[in-house]
């Protein structure tokens, strides 16, 4: 069964940083397209960032966030990264990872919740001073 477990969530001041981790088991990420995605309490869930497999490995972000947060992904750890920099606090919101596992792996990675097909539980991102 694919299990997606999301880290690395917490309380942070305004600029600060955090890495958020998504480790996966019962499937290789690095065949497969991953997103990170929020949902801030009272609106719809909304794309942040994706990186498609490693035999091509772009990525793609939200212009919210372009420029302060990367996405990167370890294979031999079998863990996918997002590092935000520069935090607001309209980044407040609950953090999730999520694989398409469709054996597409030719395509690049769309930031559209409807391309992935596992999903993690979330990690609580709060950025208030």
């Known amino acids: 069964q694919v299990q997606l477990v999301e880290s690395g969530g917490g309380l942070v001041q305004p600029g600060g940083s955090l890495r958020l981790s998504c480790a996966a088991s019962?499937?290789?990420?690095?065949?497969?397209?991953i997103g990170w995605f929020r949902q801030a309490p009272g609106k719809e869930r909304e794309a942040v960032s994706c990186?498609?497999?490693?035999?091509?490995?772009?990525?793609y972000y939200a212009d919210s966030v372009k420029g302060r947060f990367t996405i990167s992904r370890d294979n031999a750890k079998n863990t996918v990264y997002l590092q935000m920099n520069s935090l607001k606090p309209e980044g407040t919101a609950v953090y999730y990872c999520?694989?398409?596992?469709?054996?597409?792996?030719?395509?690049?990675?769309?930031?559209?919740?409807?391309?992935?097909?596992?999903w993690g539980q979330g990690t609580q991102v709060t950025v208030s001073s």
């Open positions: 999520a694989v398409r596992d469709r054996g597409t792996s030719w395509l690049k990675c769309r930031l559209k919740n409807f391309d992935y097909d596992y």
């Open positions: 019962a499937l290789t990420l690095d065949y497969n397209n």
């Open positions: 990186i498609s497999s490693s035999s091509d490995g772009t990525t």
